[in-house]
């Protein structure tokens, strides 16, 4: 099993480029999210999906949209890149949103916008 | 506000030489604390979740133990391996969302 899988690894972006990155889950998990992680700062969520056909906002939306393609599938676009979204992208997967339900982590993304 | 914070940011120890990393909290009704291991170039892995205070939960030479205010990940006789970033989360309140510290950053020398 994959678990949680992330394209591309490593991204270079110029300031007002887009673009989208994808994640993808095999384990028929309800629940999706993404994530940004930046050095001496906690992991603060972007958006997530609670199930299929639904996405919400967590702490950090500004600049960014997301797709729930399927149950597998959920991307992240930035529409217009800046310099302050350099960062580690991680895509999450669990099964529920309870206490008995450990996120499940993609290898992330490393975005540079200049 | 809701608030996790790690200490200390980073921790050298020599190869069987035991310690404690703390994470202290903040929160509306704790619903859950969760400690991950991140290794370098990969996301986080998941480690355990406590309930309640009073409550301990072990793998092999770590051990979580967990407060009203804080938790503590006790690491015993580390080797090289255990090398890696810890992070602490909690759920707190009616919000499902997890609140992350900014991890500690463990290295354990030969």
């Known amino acids: 099993n994959a678990g949680v899988t992330q394209t591309p690894k490593f991204q270079v972006l110029k300031t007002g480029q887009s673009m989208t990155l994808q994640c993808a889950q095999d384990?028929?998990?309800?629940?999706m999210y993404w994530y940004r992680q930046d050095p001496g700062m906690g992991l603060r969520l972007i958006y997530y999906s609670a199930s299929e056909g639904t996405t919400d906002k967590g702490e950090v939306p500004n600049g960014y949209n997301v797709s729930r393609l399927n149950k597998r599938e959920f991307s992240l676009r930035l529409e217009s890149a800046a310099p302050s979204q350099t960062s580690v992208y991680f895509c999450?997967?669990?099964?529920?949103?309870?206490?008995?339900?450990?996120?499940?982590f993609g290898n992330g993304t490393r975005l540079t916008v200049t | 506000e809701d608030q996790v914070t790690q200490s200390p940011e980073a921790l050298r120890l020599q190869e069987g030489e035991s310690s404690s990393l703390n994470c202290s909290y903040t929160v509306s009704g704790l619903r859950g604390l969760f400690w991950y291991r991140q290794d370098p170039g990969k996301g986080p892995e998941f480690l355990f979740t406590?309930?309640?205070?009073?409550e301990e939960k072990e793998k092999e030479r770590l051990k979580a133990t967990l407060t009203k205010k804080e938790s503590f990940l006790h690491i015993t006789a580390p080797k090289p391996e255990d090398s890696a970033t810890y992070l602490c989360?909690?759920?707190?309140?009616?919000?499902?969302?997890?609140?992350w510290g900014a991890g500690t950053k463990l290295i354990i020398k030969p």
């Open positions: 406590l309930y309640s205070a009073g």
């Open positions: 989360a909690v759920q707190g309140g009616s919000n499902y969302q997890l609140i």
């Open positions: 999450a997967s669990t099964s529920g949103q309870g206490l008995n339900s450990p996120l499940h």
């Open positions: 384990m028929n998990h309800n629940s």
